[in-house]
């Protein structure tokens, strides 16, 4: 199975903050890597997929990069809608698998 | 409008068979390159993907699970079953079912149910 592992695990930030989430790869996936954005008690929602496709509806601050192992998501000035737990999702193969997450949280 | 909606049991006892039932509109299941998945989430843990189905009727598994996992679609009523076997107190955890879309080959969840609670209980 492929492992993907998210860092940091949480990150407290501040509205306006420059925010950059890492996703890796335990072997090469190319770009079949998609971002969720979970907020409690909802379920995901589709942010990026195939690494740096911004889904319809998401606003521009949001953006994904990477290809390989390796992959980013940056959320250029933090708002306070923001405040979520983020996943990576590789679709290389079955099983598809996620990342443990990354809880952003108010500083 | 797309929209999926999972139902089914909210307590199952452990060793019993879980069925849960996605029903979806705004999509057809037989469109070329869509297909339903089923994630689930413990209580405060990841997403585990556990199944997929494709609109040509490929499914595929979770292997951790396989053997207990079953996944079936029915185009004509818009849904699409999962049952879980064997349940445990583990399988306690939020079910989403999403719709699998696909670009250039490369597939991702871009429509979700609002997931529904299920607790293994005697």
């Known amino acids: 199975d492929i492992q993907m592992t998210q860092s940091p695990s949480s990150l407290s930030a501040s509205v306006g903050d420059r925010v950059t989430i890492t996703c890796r790869a335990s072997?090469?996936?190319?770009?079949?890597l998609n971002w969720y954005q979970q907020k409690p008690g909802k379920a995901p929602k589709l942010l990026i997929y195939?690494?740096?496709s911004l889904q319809s509806g998401v606003p521009s601050r949001f953006s994904g990069s990477g290809s390989g192992t390796d992959f980013t998501l940056t959320i250029s000035s933090l708002q306070p809608d923001d405040f979520a737990t983020y996943y990576c999702?590789?679709?290389?193969?079955?099983?598809?698998?996620f990342g443990q997450g990354t809880k952003v949280e108010i500083k | 409008q797309i929209t999926l909606k999972e139902s089914g049991p909210t307590l199952v006892k452990p060793t019993q068979t879980l069925t849960l039932t996605c029903t979806f509109s705004g999509f057809s299941l037989s469109t070329r390159g869509v297909g339903v998945g089923w994630i689930r989430q413990p209580p405060g843990q990841a997403l585990e993907w556990l199944a997929l189905i494709y609109w040509d009727d490929d499914k595929r598994y979770n292997s951790s699970l396989k053997s207990r996992l079953t996944i079936t679609k029915d185009t004509s009523k818009n849904q699409v079953v999962l049952t879980v076997t064997n349940v445990d107190p583990v399988d306690t955890a939020t079910y989403y079912c999403a719709r699998n879309s696909r670009w250039s080959g490369r597939d991702y969840f871009d429509y979700w149910g609002q997931g529904t609670l299920v607790t293994v209980s005697s």
């Open positions: 072997q090469t996936i190319s770009s079949y």
């Open positions: 195939v690494a740096s």
């Open positions: 999702q590789q679709s290389y193969t079955t099983p598809l698998t």
